[in-house]
């Protein structure tokens, strides 16, 4: 590993961010451990869209008209005369 030469500032500036990370250590792995125990209690819903019926709704019958649409598309392409 080659040294690089760091200027004043540049040392000033890496032990300013040293004797903070010493500081802000323990308070970071305390949120870190708060934040672990709360994922385990809620899981993976915690993350999860929340839908209302209404939305289901709305969802279920756009579905079913593009899926009639798409079927009578089908169904009328086939008669063709001959």
Do not use: N, W
């Amino acid at each position: 590993m080659t040294a690089v030469g760091l200027s004043r500032q540049e040392k000033a500036i890496l032990a300013a961010i040293e004797r903070e990370l010493r500081r802000s250590g323990s308070r970071l792995a305390r949120r870190l451990e708060e934040f672990t125990a709360r994922a385990e209690r809620e899981g993976p819903q915690r993350f999860a869209a929340q839908a209302s019926r209404r939305e289901l709704l709305a969802v279920l019958g756009a579905v079913l008209l593009t899926s009639a649409a798409l079927t009578l598309v089908v169904l009328l392409a086939g008669d063709t005369p001959t």
